[in-house]
């Protein structure tokens, strides 16, 4: 899990990270994308405006924002 400005970011072992509201009143996704095209255990690295993320095979580096 990672901890973004009022919203966490969850990586699937599946390769989809989801994008979920810090929202105590309950669960609320945003948003999901997959990242991976294999299994990922790593946790994402959050640098800056990128997300790195580590799968079976690879690290890429995806950027988000402006």
Same mark, same amino acid.
Request: aromatic letters at 10%; glycine letters at 6%.
């Given at each position: 899990?990672? @901890?973004?400005?009022?919203?966490?970011?969850?990586?699937? @072992?599946n390769?989809?990270?989801?994008?979920?509201?810090?929202? &105590?009143?309950?669960?609320? @996704?945003?948003?999901?994308?997959?990242?991976?095209?294999?299994?990922?255990?790593? &946790?994402?690295?959050?640098?800056?405006?990128?997300?790195?993320?580590?799968?079976?095979?690879?690290?890429?580096?995806?950027?988000?924002? @402006?």
């Amino acid at each position: 899990f990672l @901890s973004l400005e009022g919203h966490v970011a969850a990586l699937r @072992s599946n390769g989809e990270l989801r994008i979920i509201a810090a929202d &105590p009143a309950g669960y609320r @996704s945003r948003a999901a994308y997959r990242v991976a095209p294999d299994q990922t255990w790593a &946790p994402p690295v959050l640098l800056d405006s990128k997300i790195l993320i580590k799968d079976l095979n690879r690290l890429t580096l995806w950027s988000f924002g @402006s």
